[in-house]
């Protein structure tokens, strides 16, 4: 099913460098630099406005993984989102846009606190800039878990290197969540993998994605960084992902995870994600 004009939001800088906006999670689900998609949506995904979107960049918020009172990863990527401010040129030919989620009844049954959640997409030349800024509207600190749960596409994820995990302790979620140091210097992946790694450097370059180029990326505020690829193992337990997809997607993805964070009334906290095509 594919997602009504209503519901999305582009931004376009020229030169058919584009970025997509679906406003179910304000999940961005396109951002092609001189026409190429930088990004993995399966072709299985599901637009109903209902399921979280398989692919682009989910929000997760205020919880990471399965969750006692709410979906898988929080609700932040299966709400609609609001407008704030519609794409618009910046002096220097970049283009902007403003996104929010705010309380409401919604998400209070499962999280009963008040907040305002802005998401700010900036698109360049070569980058896309993906920045949120949470505010605690309640009269009591609150924590949470926020991640960009970021697909890229890529030809063969078995040619992908990535950087800025060595020697970084992770939990193995394919390992009963046991604990490891990373000893590599790049990072591969040829099997089934889901590990949380915890404090990671600022910068992860990934190799060998769209057209065998690099992606660079750069994060703020957010000490940790999943990789994920389901393989054959789990993708066939998903029904908006395809069997045969896995090859042609990783999940980089920055986020505060280990440690939630605790953020005081009137209080706010920020965290960015800059991608960068090399």
């Keep these: 099913m ?24 304000a999940t961005v689900v396109s951002w092609r630099v ?24 989910p ?4 919880h990471f993984g399965p969750w006692a009172y709410g979906p898988l990863h929080g609700f932040a990527m299966t709400c609609r989102w609001n407008v704030e401010k519609q794409p618009e040129p910046l002096d220097n030919g ?11 009844s919604v998400t209070k049954q499962m999280w009963n606190y008040s907040f305002k959640l802005v998401l ?9 800039q993906v920045s949120f800024n ?32 060595q020697g970084c302790m992770y939990v193995d979620k394919t390992k009963e969540n046991g604990v490891y140091q990373e000893p590599r210097e790049m990072v591969t992946v040829n099997h ?10 600022q910068e992860h370059v990934i190799s060998n994605v769209v057209s065998g180029r690099k992606m660079k990326m750069i994060k703020y505020n957010m000490p940790d960084t999943v990789v994920w690829n389901p393989w054959d193992v789990t993708s066939s337990t998903m029904s908006d992902f395809g069997e045969d997809e896995y090859p042609n997607m990783i999940c980089v993805e920055a986020g505060i995870v280990i440690n939630p964070i605790t953020l005081n009334p009137n209080n706010t906290y920020e965290g960015t994600i800059i991608l960068q095509v090399m």
């Excluded at 970049?94 to 409401?104: H, M, Y």
């Excluded at 089934?192 to 450097?201: A, E, L, V």
């Design 94 to 104: 970049d283009i902007e846009a403003l996104f929010s989620l705010v309380d409401n």
């Design 134 to 165: 949470l505010y605690n509207s309640s009269l009591e600190p609150f924590q949470f878990n926020m991640l960009f749960h970021t697909y890229l596409k890529v030809p063969d994820v078995r040619k992908c290197n990535i950087s800025g995990l």
């Design 192 to 201: 089934w993998t889901d590990r949380i790694y915890q404090n990671t450097q």
């Design 34 to 57: 001189n026409n190429q998609e930088q990004l993995f949506v399966s072709k299985l995904a599901v637009f109903d406005g209902q399921k979280s979107i398989r692919g682009g960049i």
């Design 2 to 25: 594919a997602a009504t004009a209503s519901s999305v939001v582009v931004l376009d800088r020229g030169n058919n460098t584009t970025c997509t906006i679906n406003l179910h999670g």
């Design 59 to 62: 929000i997760v918020f205020p």
């Design 120 to 128: 700010r997409v900036i698109l360049r030349e070569k980058e896309l």
